[in-house]
């Protein structure tokens, strides 16, 4: 028996709480799973999980060993990377969950070029706007934007984006252009349904100023909200990675700018307790280095302006 791949094994089974899933990810037969877990009981003399016909749990031996797991696959990582540093070439499957938009925008085509500089490794990607539990879906790392970082997570920034708000000159040129914030009250806003709330968030002399947008259409999908903006049902708030593109085209036209001075954080975020694979810190390093700490579709834009 392979003890440090029985560690790893024990350690994702406990960790997605199914032999199934981790069989699937790992593509072999489940009851090759289960083999290395009864070999690693029967080595230790003691249970480490509970089964049942509807889960897994953790037995206090399990709990015990699951955390010595850890410690010791970390410090097996970190050896090897100091040892081989930067000559170790990357190796294995990566699991990561993306935004829809901005990961199909940004991260595929330099994902691509990953892994064609590197064949040895694989990649499996999840494009959702929604926030995967890395641990139950056995996800690598995460790519998250927000206002905002959660200072308990474990995280590799990667770059910023602004946030602009935007609206076709036909439709301005309908409904007149707002001034200050406030005059967006009287307009037609396309908001995103998976954002903090229904306010958009400005500066107005220095301080926080939140304005309540309302309108008839609604999405969970940053494309989306840009096609309708870009077909003059409204004003929307995108970040740049979106609207840059649309706005240099004059597809749409900036509003408001002396009122916004939002940045979003865009970051990599790991499982808080899992040590992180050699080849997924090249991989995230990579990201980081291609978009660059002020991001190619904000160079020479309004925004930076």
Known sequence: MDRLQAMEVFLRVAEAGSFTAVADRLNVARSAITRQIAALEAHLGTKLLARSTRRLSLTSSGSAYLEKCREILAMVEAAEGDLAGEKRAPRGQIRASVPMSFGVRHLMPLVGDFITTYPDVSVDLEFSDRRVNLIEEGMDFAVRISEQIDPTLVIRRLSVSSLVTVAAPAYLDRHGRPQHPDDLLNHHCLTYTLGPGLGWGFRVDGEPYSVPAKGRFRANNGDALLDAAIR??????????????????????????????????????????????????????????????????????????
Not at 256 to 262: C, F, I, K, R, V
Request: hydrophobic share 45%; net charge neutral.
């Open 232 to 305: 003059g049902l409204g004003i929307v708030r995108e970040p740049t990675f979106l609207a840059a593109q649309a706005v240099q085209a004059g597809l749409l036209e900036v509003l408001l700018p002396e009122y916004s001075a939002t940045e979003l954080h865009i970051y990599a975020v790991f499982p808080g307790s899992r040590y992180v694979p050699h080849r997924v810190r090249t991989l995230v390093d990579y990201l980081a280095e291609r978009i660059g700490p002020v991001p190619y579709w904000d160079q020479g834009t309004l925004a930076r302006k």
